[in-house]
Nanobody, 115 residues
C-alpha cells in the first residue's frame, strides 16, 4: 500500500486547510485509516481515524468540532478538513493506514498556523 499526502501549507489562525491522502495498492486489506501529527520536540499523536468499512470516526479531543475526517471509497482517498486552525495545530501531518499485518505511513505534509 502506498500513501501520498497533499494539501499542507501556511495559514493564519482561524483559517482552513484540507489534507488529502491517496491510497494505492492492496487497499482492500485495510482496516482503518487516519491522520497523525508530530510537532517539533513532541511525540506523534493521533488526530483522527476512520474505519474503512463502517466509516465510523474518532477524533482527538483537541480537534473535535474543528476537524472532519472523511473517506471516498471509490477513489481510496482520505481527507482531513481542518477549520478554525490554531497555532498549536502546527505540525507535520502523516497519513496512516492500518492493514491486517502492518501499518503504512505517508511521507508527511507540513501544516503551519501563524498567529
Amino acid at each position: 500500500v502506498q500513501l501520498v499526502e497533499s494539501g499542507g501549507g501556511l495559514v493564519q489562525t482561524g483559517g482552513s486547510l484540507r489534507l488529502s491522502c491517496a491510497a494505492s495498492g492492496i487497499t482492500f486489506t485495510l482496516v482503518a485509516m487516519g491522520w497523525y501529527r508530530q510537532a517539533p520536540g513532541k511525540q506523534r499523536e493521533l488526530v483522527a481515524a476512520i474505519a474503512t468499512r463502517s466509516l465510523s470516526t474518532n477524533y482527538a479531543d483537541s480537534v473535535k468540532g474543528r476537524f472532519t475526517i472523511t473517506r471516498d471509497t471509490a477513489t481510496n482517498t482520505m481527507y482531513l478538513q481542518m477549520n478554525s486552525l490554531k497555532p498549536e495545530d502546527t505540525a507535520v501531518y502523516f497519513c496512516n493506514a492500518k492493514g491486517v499485518a502492518r501499518n503504512y505511513w505517508g511521507q508527511g505534509t507540513q501544516v503551519t498556523v501563524s498567529s
